[in-house]
């Protein structure tokens, strides 16, 4: 399974807004030290194996947040935010009409502008946004988390806020993931 290299590019842009680029290339020489990988250029169109992103986020997040796996929630958000604002590389997903086309339509496009393999299915019932995952090649918690931050911001691009639950996850031992997001507000 691969992931856009926008998902690289993105974290990026964050760190090195955050941290500043000296950080940031220090961080990269490392990485490189690490994962032959991470030697040469990631552009935004490329395809990054997601085993190589995870452990890419995983050493991002020890060098610059203390080891915390929360931000793996973080990320999928700032990735949202990056992605889908405008001027974002997938902003016209985001152009629905209605709630309902968003989850139904848009929601599995964007998980297919972003990776390779699996199946997203997003529906909406009343106030309940489901969303399950499946045919999923990997076992991550840290990549459940970041899918579950990603959805959550994209809903609140589109303008509605939303508790989420998990149903079925990675985080359950489950080879799968099953979220519903409550809408609370318009």
Request: charged letters at 20%.
């Amino acid at each position: 399974m691969n992931i856009k290299g926008t998902a690289f590019t993105t974290a990026k842009v964050t760190i090195t807004q955050a941290f500043g680029e000296e950080r940031w290339n220090t961080f990269m020489a490392k990485m490189a030290e690490k994962d032959s990988y991470y030697k040469g250029m990631i552009l935004s169109i490329a395809l990054i194996p997601v085993e190589k992103h995870l452990f890419f986020l995983n050493e991002l997040i020890k060098e610059f947040f203390n080891n915390d796996k929360k931000s793996f929630f973080m990320f999928g958000k700032v990735a949202a935010k990056f992605t889908l604002s405008p001027g974002g590389s997938r902003h016209s997903f985001i152009l629905a009409k209605t709630l309902k086309q968003f989850v139904e339509v848009g929601m599995p496009q964007i998980w297919t502008s972003l990776y390779d393999e699996s199946v997203l299915n997003a529906n909406l019932e009343s106030n309940i946004i489901h969303i399950k995952i499946t045919q999923i090649p990997i076992n991550s918690v840290d990549f459940e988390f970041m899918t579950v931050g990603y959805f959550k911001q994209a809903l609140k691009i589109f303008g509605k806020k939303s508790n989420e639950k998990c149903i079925r996850g990675f985080s359950k031992g489950n080879n799968d993931l099953y979220y519903q997001f409550a809408i609370t507000d318009s």
